[in-house]
Structures are given as C-alpha cells and as structure tokens.
C-alpha cells in the first residue's frame, strides 16, 4: 500500500495567465516540501496540456531539492501521463474505468479515484486504485458543478469503508485542514488556498498537518 503525504497540493491551469506562472507556483510548492502535485487542465486541448505538463516535470525535476521523492500526478488522462512520464493519473467519476486506466498504466505508476458518496467508495475500493479522493468536503468554487457536500460525516463515513488511502478533498483551508485529518482522511487535497502566498501556505499547512 502506498503511503499518501498530508498535503495534496493541486495545480490548476485555470487559476493562472501563462505556463511560466503555473511553473513558477508549482517550484514554490516544491521548495516548502511539496511532494505530491496534480495537474490538472480542464479546458485546454491535448497539446497545451502536453506542454505545460512536460514543462512541469523538466522543470520541477531539474530544481527539487529532492526530485525522486516528487510524484506528479496527471488529472484524468492517462495517455498524456504516459507521454509526459508523471508519475500516475487521477481519476473522476465520468473518466475510464479505473482498470481500463490501470491496463495503460501498469502497476508502476500511482492510480486515485474521486468519490463523492458510500456507494462509490465501496465500487472504488474494489478496484486496483491506490488511493481514493472524497469530496467535496466542504463547499468550494474550484469546480463549476461541484457534486454535493459530503462533511466531515462523509469523511467518516468513507474511512469505515476503505482501508486504502483516503485524501479529502473540497474547500479545504488551513483553517479546517485539522479537523478533516482528525475525521479519518490521511491526506487533503487542496487548490485555494496556495495560491496567493504559496510557501507561507504551504509551510503554515505542514505545521497544521504535522
């Protein structure tokens, strides 16, 4: 079983101007002890995600202070993980079957599986996902149709039934990241609140998490 850090930070391409911005953010995170990114692209084509995620893994791995400790993480295509050599893929309810994914993956690479109920937790869990997303925790403006909020009784709810890896997901800030790990989540993922001041953020997140 994998062993899933505390903070899951995602970059969003929609939340900056240029590549060179999404970069630098990322960098940011990485040097305050980043070691687990997504990236994710919900409006770009194929090739601008090809680069941008491309650009992402030269130059996260070139500047890491611990690049091989660094896993990328692809938000829903697995064919562009694979050409972009990250590290896994991430997964929604309305993507491939998370077996499909694992065929055109293998077994070297990381697979999660966002949830959003216990219905889809037990589905998740019975598959060869390596970790499973539950969400959205709180309420949040980082999706346009945000699937219902679950709480921190769905948190709960979801740690009773699946021993994998549980990352939380949803409005989570630093202000609340404690009471998400304390529900049984091992990890929170988070996208808002790193954005304006990213190494304060982040290390303010690692000393809330530790």
Known sequence: MISVPRLYSIV?????????????????????????????????????????ARSLRRQLRARAPAPHGLKLIMNDRADLCLIAEFDGVHLGQDDLL???????????????????????IQEADRTSADYLAIGPVFSTSS???????????????????TRKPLVAIGGI??????????????????????LREPRKSTEEFFRILR
């Open 12 to 52: 969003d391409a929609a939340c900056f101007a240029t590549t060179e911005d999404l970069i630098s953010f990322a960098h940011q995170l990485v040097a305050s002890g980043c070691t687990l990114l997504q990236y994710r692209n919900k409006t770009g084509n194929a090739r601008v995600m090809l680069d941008q």
């Open 98 to 120: 998370p077996e499909s994914v694992r065929s055109i993956i293998g077994t070297g690479r990381w697979l999660g599986v966002s949830t959003h109920n216990p219905e889809q």
């Open 143 to 161: 999706k346009d149709k945000p699937d219902p909020v679950v709480g921190l009784e769905g948190v709960r709810r979801a740690r009773q039934l």
């Open 173 to 194: 800030t630093r202000g609340n990241a404690a009471s998400v790990i304390k529900a049984g989540a091992d990890s929170v993922a988070v996208i808002s609140d790193l």
